[in-house]
C-alpha cells in the first residue's frame, strides 16, 4: 500500500549522499541530511513512546531552530498533529489554543515552561517538554535515548497532517486543518512552478509557525532535496551577507522593504540568485520596481493563505510577472470570483474570491458550522479577499471583506483587539483599523471612546493591551473620540477613521 505521510515523498527527495549538507546555521553549525533522518527518527520514536492516541494534536511554541523544524517532521513521520504557535503569543492566547486543540503533547521554551505547563495540564495534556535555541530541553534529553531508526507510519492523503489557527473576524480563532495530501500535492506543483534544480539553496530567514516559513519554504527546500542557509531570524545584514551562497530567498513584503534599505544590496550580491518569492500580504509596487532597479531582479509574487497553502503565483518563466498582482492560479487550483448575490463575474470585475484543489484544507478543528459557511454549496472556499483576474489572466487583489489587518506578514483581527479594549474600564467602545505603514505594510490604529464621566489615557490602554496579547497585535497608536462615525444602519464607518489616519506613518 502506498504510503501518503507527506514526510515519505520529503524523506524520498533527500540526497543520495546523505552526508551532503541538508541545513548551515548562523550560529556555524552544519545538519547533514543523515543528521535530518536520525533526528526525526529519534524524535518520532520519542512520540511513538508516549503511547499517544490516534490524531493526538502536537503544539509547539518555540523558538526558530533546527531542532523545531525536526520536530514538525517527525511529528509528520509519527502520523500526528503538528499544531505551530507564534513565539510572541501570551498566557491568554496559549490558554485558548490548548483548551480548544486539546494537544496530548506541548512543547514549549524553558523559559516559559512554568506558566505553559499549568496551562496544558489544567486542559489534560499528559506530555510538556522543553526545547530551546541552543539544543537543550527535556525534549531532546528524552529523545537522546530513541532509537534512531523509524519505519514512516502509514497515513492515507486526507489524513491529518497540522492544524493552523487563524484569527476570526468574529469570535475566536479558527483551527484550520491541513492534510498530508493537501499539503503534498502544493508543494509538489510548486517544485514544478518555480522551477526548483539541483544546486539550489535556499535562505531560510521566516518564522517557522505559519505557512510561509513552515510550508512554502521548508517543503520548498526539502521536496527538492536543496540545503537551506537556516537564519534563526530575520537580519537584512546577514541576508545581504548570505546571497552569494545561496539562489533562492522568500520573504515577506517587510523583509524586501529592509533589504532594500541595505547598501549592500546590489547586483553583485545576487549573481547567483534565481528566484525572490514574496507572498503573505501586498508587496507595493514601488518595492517590486525598486527590487528590479537594484538587483535586476523580478520577483515572483504568490498568494495563499493558512487554509489553502498556495493558490496562485506569477509565472517563473514564459509569461511576465507582472507587479501588483498575484499571477495566475497554480495548476489544479479553481479560481473564481463572485459578486454578492453569486454570480461568476468575467475578466476585470471585482468581487469575492473563491478557490477550488487539493490544496483546500478539510475544514475548521470542531467548527463543523463554520466551515458550512466558508464553502459555497458547490464546494469553492471563500477567502474573504476582494479581488478581479485582469484580461491577461492575472489575479489582482484589490482589498478584503474580512476585517483584517496583515501586519509585516502577520494578521491581526480588529475584532479581537476591539474585545479587549471593550472590556478596559471607562472604555463604552472600539474600533480598530489598518492605515498604510512604511515598514510593515501596514498598522493598527485604536479609535476609543470613553464612557460617560470617564477620561481614558490611551498610553494606559495600549500598556494594558501589550500586557495581555501577542506584540505584533498591538496598535501603533491610540486616540480617543466622543462618538465613532456610524451609517444609518448604526455601523460603524471604518472606512472614514482609515481616511482620518491614513497618513500617521507616510
Ligand atoms: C514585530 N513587530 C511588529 C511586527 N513584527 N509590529 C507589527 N507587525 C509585525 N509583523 C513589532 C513588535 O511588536 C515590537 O514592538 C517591534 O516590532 C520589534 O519586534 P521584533 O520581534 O524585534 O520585530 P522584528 O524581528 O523586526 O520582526 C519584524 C518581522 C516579523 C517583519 C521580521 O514580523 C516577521 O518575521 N514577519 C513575517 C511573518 C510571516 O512569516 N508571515 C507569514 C504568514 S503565512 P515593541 O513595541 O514591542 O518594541 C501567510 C500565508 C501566506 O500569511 O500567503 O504566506
Ligand atoms: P493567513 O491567514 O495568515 O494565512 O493569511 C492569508 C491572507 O494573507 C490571505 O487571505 C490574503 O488576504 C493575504 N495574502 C497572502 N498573500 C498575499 C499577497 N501576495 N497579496 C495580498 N495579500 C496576500
Same mark, same amino acid.
Given at each position: ?14 540526497p ?68 505551530p ?17 486539546? !494537544?496530548?503533547?506541548? $512543547?514549549?521554551? @524553558?523559559?516559559?515552561?512554568?506558566? &505553559?505547563?499549568?496551562? *496544558?495540564?489544567?486542559?489534560? +495534556?499528559?506530555?510538556?517538554?522543553t526545547l ?16 534512531d531508526?523509524?519505519e ?21 480563532s ?10 503534498l ?38 521536496i527538492?532535496g ?9 537580519d ?7 546571497? !552569494?551562497?545561496?539562489? $533562492?530567498?522568500? @520573504?515577506?513584503?517587510?523583509?524586501? &522593504?529592509?533589504?532594500? *534599505?541595505?547598501?549592500?544590496? +546590489? ?8 528566484l ?6 501586498p508587496?507595493?509596487i ?10 535586476g ?17 506569477n ?15 497554480l ?56 479581488g478581479?483576474?485582469d484580461?491577461?489572466?492575472y489575479?489582482?487583489i &484589490?482589498?478584503?471583506s ?23 474600564p ?26 460617560p ?25 491610540c ?28
Amino acid at each position: 500500500m502506498k504510503n501518503h505521510n507527506l514526510f515519505a515523498a520529503l524523506r524520498a527527495a533527500f540526497p543520495q549522499d546523505l552526508d551532503s549538507v541538508a541545513v548551515e546555521t548562523d550560529n556555524g553549525l552544519a545538519y547533514s541530511w543523515r543528521d535530518l533522518e536520525r533526528g526525526t527518527a529519534m524524535l518520532a520514536n520519542l512520540l511513538k513512546s508516549l503511547q499517544l492516541p490516534e490524531g493526538a494534536r502536537v503544539a509547539v511554541q518555540v523558538e526558530k531552530s533546527v531542532e523545531a523544524m525536526m520536530l514538525y517532521l517527525a511529528t509528520l513521520r509519527a502520523g500526528y498533529v503538528f499544531l505551530p504557535l507564534n513565539t510572541a503569543y501570551q498566557s491568554a492566547e496559549i490558554e485558548y489554543f490548548i483548551g480548544n486543540a486539546e !494537544p496530548a503533547v506541548v $512543547v514549549c521554551s @524553558g523559559k516559559n515552561f512554568g506558566w &505553559v505547563s499549568k496551562i *496544558a495540564f489544567k486542559a489534560g +495534556t499528559q506530555n510538556v517538554f522543553t526545547l530551546d535555541e541552543d539544543r537543550t530541553g527535556s525534549l531532546l534529553d528524552r529523545a537522546a535515548h530513541c532509537s534512531d531508526k523509524h519505519e514512516v507510519v502509514q497515513r492515507q492523503p486526507d489524513d491529518l497532517a497540522a492544524i493552523l489557527y487563524t484569527s476570526g473576524t468574529t469570535g475566536r480563532s479558527k483551527g484550520a486543518m491541513l492534510s498530508h495530501g493537501n499539503m503534498l500535492s502544493n508543494a509538489l506543483v510548486l517544485k514544478d512552478y518555480w522551477g526548483w534544480q539541483a544546486g539550489d539553496v535556499l535562505i531560510h530567514a521566516l518564522p517557522i509557525f505559519h505557512v510561509h516559513g513552515l510550508f512554502v519554504a521548508i517543503h520548498g527546500a526539502l521536496i527538492n532535496g536543496s540545503k537551506m542557509i537556516w537564519l534563526s531570524r530575520f537580519d537584512p545584514k546577514l541576508v545581504v551577507r548570505k546571497l !552569494p551562497e545561496a539562489t $533562492v530567498f522568500m @520573504g515577506v513584503p517587510t523583509l524586501y &522593504v529592509r533589504l532594500l *534599505a541595505e547598501p549592500g544590496l +546590489t547586483r553583485e550580491a545576487c549573481r547567483n540568485m534565481r528566484l525572490f518569492v514574496a507572498g503573505s500580504a501586498p508587496l507595493l509596487i514601488e518595492t517590486f520596481t525598486e527590487w528590479q532597479n537594484r538587483t535586476g531582479h523580478t520577483i515572483l509574487e504568490r498568494y495563499g493563505m493558512s487554509e489553502t497553502a498556495m493558490l496562485t503565483s506569477n509565472p517563473y518563466a514564459g509569461d511576465e510577472r507582472r507587479g501588483g498582482t498575484v499571477g495566475f492560479p497554480l495548476p489544479g487550483v479553481s479560481l473564481r470570483v463572485r459578486d454578492e448575490g453569486g454570480q461568476v463575474l468575467p475578466a476585470g470585475e471585482i468581487g469575492g474570491i473563491e478557490v477550488q484543489g487539493p490544496n483546500v484544507f478539510q475544514g475548521y478543528w470542531r467548527m463543523p458550522e463554520k466551515t458550512k459557511e466558508e464553502f459555497t454549496a458547490d464546494g469553492f472556499f471563500k477567502t474573504g479577499d476582494v479581488g478581479k483576474i485582469d484580461e491577461r489572466g492575472y489575479v489582482v487583489i &484589490v482589498g478584503r471583506s474580512k476585517d483584517l489587518i496583515i501586519s509585516g506578514g502577520y494578521n491581526v483581527y480588529p475584532a479581537e483587539i476591539e474585545a479587549y479594549i471593550n472590556d478596559l474600564p471607562g472604555v463604552a467602545e472600539s474600533a480598530v483599523v489598518g492605515v498604510p505603514h512604511p515598514d510593515f505594510g501596514e498598522v493598527g490604529v485604536a479609535i476609543v471612546v470613553a464612557r460617560p464621566g470617564s477620561i481614558l489615557d490611551t498610553e494606559q490602554i495600549l500598556a494594558e493591551l501589550k500586557a495581555r496579547l501577542a506584540n505584533f497585535k498591538i496598535p501603533k497608536r491610540c486616540f480617543s473620540i466622543s462618538d465613532l462615525p456610524r451609517n444609518t444602519m448604526g455601523k460603524v464607518q471604518k472606512n472614514i477613521l482609515r481616511e482620518q489616519h491614513k497618513a500617521l506613518f507616510t
